[in-house]
Nanobody, 125 residues
Framework: QLQLVESGGGLVHPGGSLRLSCSAS????????IGWFRQAPGKEREGVSC????????KYADSVEGRFTISRDNAKNTVNLQMNSLKPEDTAVYYC??????????????????WGQGTQVTVSS
């Protein structure tokens, strides 16, 4: 069973950068579409970005377009989320998940499975 693990979260000042990584053991992540989501206290989980398998097409939420970049590192078997120009409203627990078979790469949590445990990102001065 695919198990995903997020890493790279932390505390950063507004305007700063962080890079999150999503990894898996025993599975090749290039075979899966992978999405990044976030959930702030008292709010619903929202989609941040998705990268499709193989071709690697990407999709971003409007709130992060131009600031965040999703990519694959096939040598390390990871999917990374580079987050630049971070804002306090980016503060949340960030999760990665695998796209369900036959689902299109999008931002709806219901299209994803095998969720990781999450990593905290806090943007504060």
């Amino acid at each position: 069973q695919l198990q995903l693990v997020e890493s790279g979260g932390g505390l950063v000042h507004p305007g700063g950068s962080l890079r999150l990584s999503c990894s898996a053991s025993g599975f090749t992540l290039n075979s899966y579409g992978i999405g990044w989501f976030r959930q702030a206290p008292g709010k619903e989980r929202e989609g941040v970005s998705c990268i499709s398998r193989s071709v690697g097409s990407t999709k971003y939420a409007d709130s992060v377009e131009g600031r965040f970049t999703i990519s694959r590192d096939n040598a390390k078997n990871t999917v990374n989320l580079q987050m630049n120009s971070l804002k306090p409203e980016d503060t949340a627990v960030y999760y990665c998940a695998a796209l369900r078979l036959f689902s299109r790469c999008g931002l709806s949590p219901s299209d994803f499975e095998s969720w990781g445990q999450g990593t905290q990102v806090t943007v504060s001065s």
